[in-house]
């Protein structure tokens, strides 16, 4: 079965502090891995895929198929970055996104 | 570009009654697709449509059906409201290229509150 898998539901560090959101997934093939994230009473917006292997407002992800994780890593958490932060994934098949829980990252001064 | 419009914001409807929630896709984007998102829940995939096509179809009851217009906007209707359809309602749109499937871009949602 498909799953995408976020453990924490909160998470709260101190501004500066590193933080790791995780994420797991179960998938047969190879699927695509998103961090969507959403700000307080904004909608939600793609952070960043694993295709592209970019860097987004500090934020990396790296794609092990191994752990079949997607862990979401910043070194200094800055006070912005308080927010809902879902990792999905993206079949072969088409466009269906299917999320995890989410996770909510307070990042306290 | 406004992005994806939702309408309406918010709605309260009782037991039993039935629902259509709109959507207008970003100029250019011929798919659309539909969640559902549970308080304390990630979104959940409802319908996929892409050139007014069926693509998708989440695990959901056949209460729930939507379409889509010529000009790529689409509704949700949910039939015979249940408490547990209350929910943020989310629309999502996207480029699509041969078989790829471009980034979707989320509206602000609409939540509807059975009572």
């Known amino acids: 079965a498909q799953r995408v898998t976020q453990p924490e539901k909160l998470l709260s560090v101190f501004k500066g502090a590193p933080v790791e959101l995780k994420c797991n997934y179960s998938?047969?093939?190879?699927?695509?891995l998103f961090w969507y994230v959403q700000y307080s009473r904004q909608r939600l917006q793609l952070l960043l895929r694993h295709i592209s292997r970019e860097s987004i407002k500090g934020f990396t992800a790296d794609l092990n198929k191994g752990e079949t994780s997607f862990h979401l890593k910043k070194p200094f958490a800055q006070e912005e970055d308080s927010a809902m932060y879902y990792c999905?994934?993206?079949?072969?098949?088409?466009?269906?996104?299917?999320f995890g829980q989410g996770t909510e990252l307070s990042v306290k001064p | 570009d406004a992005g994806v419009t939702q309408s309406p914001t918010h709605l309260i409807k009782t037991r039993g009654q039935h629902v259509t929630l709109r959507c207008s896709p970003i100029s250019g984007h011929k798919s659309v697709s539909w969640y559902q998102q549970v308080l304390g829940q990630g979104p959940q995939f409802i319908f996929q449509y892409y050139e007014k096509e069926e693509r998708g179809r989440g695990n959901f009851p056949d209460r729930f059906s939507a379409r889509q217009f010529p000009n790529y906007s689409s509704e949700l209707n949910v039939n015979a409201l249940l408490l547990g359809d209350s929910a943020l309602y989310l629309c999502?749109?996207?480029?699509?290229?041969?078989?790829?499937?471009?980034?979707?871009?989320f509206g602000p949602g609409t939540r509807l509150t059975v009572t």
């Open positions: 999502a749109s996207s480029l699509v290229s041969g078989r790829a499937v471009y980034e979707q871009y």
């Open positions: 999905a994934l993206r079949d072969n098949q088409g466009g269906k996104l299917i």
């Open positions: 998938y047969s093939g190879s699927p695509e």
